[in-house]
């Protein structure tokens, strides 16, 4: 028994941010234009779900209804996906907002997590819920995100035939009996914990690989009876070689894992594609396979 293959397309890495960001304008990758050959790439690679950011920014550039022209480009991409056997979960905030939410005191505030939120959430299950895997609402839900605004997240998208993960990184694993009464499947986000000019050894991948073993049994316990997910590994690293060598670690680890017992699900993979602050992908910006290809899809290809 093995996980599923999934990888990440951030705003970040794929579209920028917009300039109706508070984090904008920023470059991407050229995902915007080249999208349909993306997804195709992926998946002849052999990933089979994508977590994709629906941008809160570029669909709600300002309070009220959808952006049309990007309401139809997401919807086009779910179908792009549907048809070639991708699945697709939904991130409906991977760091950034709108400029308005800011102005309006930004996610953490309580107006904003328990007003503006749940209605872009429902805004979204309404218009694309009915093609999408999975909600993973947040990439991790940060600690500064009230409970009540979790509850009106999970309120809102919960109960229905598309599950919700609550995601959360992997150092907040003493708060995931928290998420249990409200959500399906529990998510942790992951990294490898190294300097992004470092240069391990044998010795050194093989602590990696058990730490992270370590952790992904941790997360296992504390989700109970709840699916577990990896909503990110991130390689943090310059080096591309060096970062196949992290996903070599992090996916032996996975394989220990599940050798231990866990069932575990989906681990998607950040980032798809290299983008301007990520420098190291499954496909690289001119979308050639990259070391971390070879390491996380070996069974797939």
């Known amino acids: 028994m093995s996980f599923t293959r999934g990888a990440t397309l951030t705003t970040a890495a794929t579209f920028g941010h917009a300039d109706t960001s508070n984090l904008g304008p920023t470059a991407g990758n050229g995902f915007y234009k080249r999208w349909p050959d993306d997804l195709a790439l992926l998946q002849e690679l052999g990933i089979t779900d994508i977590r994709l950011s629906f941008?809160?920014?570029?669909?709600?550039?300002?309070?009220?209804?959808?952006?049309?022209?990007?309401?139809?480009?997401?919807?086009?991409?779910?179908?792009?996906?549907?048809?070639?056997?991708?699945?697709?979960?939904?991130?409906?905030?991977?760091?950034?907002?709108?400029?308005?939410?800011?102005?309006?005191?930004?996610?953490?505030?309580?107006?904003?997590?328990?007003?503006?939120?749940?209605?872009?959430?429902?805004?979204?299950?309404?218009?694309?819920?009915d093609s999408i895997a999975g909600w993973i609402p947040f990439t991790a839900i940060d600690s500064k995100f009230s409970a009540s605004a979790w509850r009106n997240t999970w309120a809102t998208l919960g109960g229905g035939p598309v599950q919700v993960v609550a995601a959360l990184d992997a150092e907040r694993l003493d708060s995931v009996g928290d998420y249990l009464g409200s959500s399906d499947i529990i998510g942790i986000a992951m990294e490898d914990g190294e300097d992004t000019d470092s240069e391990p050894d044998d010795e050194r991948l093989d602590q990696i690989r058990v730490r992270l073993r370590d952790t992904i049994g941790a997360a296992a316990e504390a989700a109970a009876d709840h699916q577990l997910i990896i909503s990110e590994f991130t390689p943090n690293h310059h080096d591309a070689d060096v970062s196949g060598q992290l996903v070599a670690s992090f996916v032996n680890a996975a394989t220990g894992a599940i050798d231990d017992g866990i069932d575990l699900g989906v681990v998607f993979l950040n980032p798809a594609i290299s983008g301007p602050d990520s420098p190291n992908g499954l496909l690289s910006a001119e979308r050639a396979p990259q070391p971390m290809s070879e390491a996380f899809l070996p069974a797939a290809i």
């Open 55 to 129: 941008d809160w920014a570029r669909l709600q550039p300002k309070p009220g209804n959808f952006d049309g022209d990007w309401s139809d480009r997401f919807e086009q991409m779910i179908a792009a996906s549907d048809a070639i056997g991708l699945r697709v979960w939904a991130t409906l905030h991977d760091g950034a907002e709108p400029r308005w939410v800011t102005n309006e005191g930004g996610i953490y505030d309580d107006n904003v997590s328990e007003k503006w939120w749940p209605r872009f959430a429902e805004r979204v299950a309404d218009r694309f819920g």
